[in-house]
């Protein structure tokens, strides 16, 4: 089982995300992936039910804040396409007290971002970033709900989410 806990962007920039995903890489639209992994995604079999009595806990002490998207990249290492999130000083504090919590032995890499097209091959890929690099997503939103999702299989489910 793979858990992540990401954030949930207002319906304007998921329908945004949504388009480019229906458009680019129908698979990850149809796996319903979580769209700004603040967490994760971690291969795991840790109790979901810990995990979100835990996280419940620290998101209760929360506020709203701000994120900001801007370009379009390409990390070519882990074929990716995806949205870039500026100001990402927030997400990466939330990131640092979550490693504490949750305390698994190998954290996650933390890179915050929301995917747009990664089930291709990278040849694929870069034609797909070369259309679409020249495209910039200027977003700018209330961060107010958080989500735990699992992936058993082939698709992402929502276990628990927060309202900051």
């Not at 929360?62 to 900001?68: A, D, E, G, L, S």
């Not at 070519?76 to 396409?81: G, Q, R």
């Not at 032995?105 to 990278?122: Q, R, T, V």
Request: net charge negative; with cysteine.
């Amino acid at each position: 089982m793979e858990f992540s806990i990401s954030i949930q962007p207002d319906e304007d920039l998921k329908k945004q995300i949504d388009s480019l995903r229906y458009h680019y890489d129908r698979k990850l639209l149809r796996e319903n992936a979580p769209y700004i992994k603040v967490y994760g995604p971690v291969e795991s079999f840790i109790n979901l039910k810990k995990i979100s009595v835990l996280v419940t806990d620290y998101f209760k002490q929360k506020k709203r804040f701000r994120i900001h998207t801007d370009m379009i990249g390409f990390l070519d290492s882990e074929k990716t396409i995806f949205l870039n999130i500026t100001a990402p000083l927030k997400i990466r504090e939330i990131y640092e007290d979550l490693k504490k919590i949750i305390n698994l032995p190998e954290p996650p890499f933390f890179f915050p971002h929301i995917e747009i097209a990664k089930n291709h091959s990278l040849e694929e890929l870069e034609t797909i970033y070369e259309e679409l690099k020249e495209n910039e997503i200027h977003y700018n939103s209330f961060c107010e709900n958080i989500a735990i999702h699992f992936k058993e299989g082939h698709f992402w489910e929502e276990y628990a989410s927060f309202v900051l």
